[in-house]
């Protein structure tokens, strides 16, 4: 349970989202071993081939979706990261879990946002 109050809101816009959205992608494609969903939970396992970059997405998510609270754990030969969704957006937590297991690079969307469910049209 999380009990953060910062707004429901991604600050990336537009080239930027899309841009992140293929960022994460090439992290996936190069790293992801597993994902499991558990409730507002969504914990994404990694290789150890790619720690640096995951922590960059921590560091870079931590700042553009503040609603979200990320936890690194390194202790079982790989890197977990869970991030987990507010209580009042348990319903709808897929919507923002959707880009963290993204696979492949976006259409470009000539500076649109692709994912205006997740806020980032501001």
């Known amino acids: 349970m999380t009990t953060n109050n910062a707004p429901i ?10 841009e992140r959205l293929a960022w ?5 494609h190069d790293g992801l071993l597993s994902h499991q969903r558990h409730d507002a939970a ?7 081939t790619v720690r640096s970059r ?3 997405l921590v560091r870079k ?3 553009c979706c503040a609603f ?12 977990r ?5 507010p209580d009042r957006v348990r319903d709808t937590a897929d919507l923002f879990f959707e880009p963290f297991l ?7 969307t000539s500076g649109r946002c692709s994912h205006p469910a997740n806020g980032c049209c501001t």
């Open 61 to 63: 998510e931590s700042e």
């Open 42 to 48: 969504l914990e994404l396992r990694y290789a150890t």
């Open 81 to 85: 990261l869970t991030i987990t969704a």
């Open 102 to 108: 993204t696979l492949e690079a976006p259409a470009s």
């Open 9 to 18: 809101a991604c600050t990336l816009g537009g080239a930027d989202y899309t």
């Open 24 to 28: 994460i992608a090439s992290l996936n």
């Open 68 to 79: 979200l609270a990320f936890a690194l754990d390194e202790s079982h030969g790989d890197v």
């Open 54 to 56: 995951v922590h960059a």
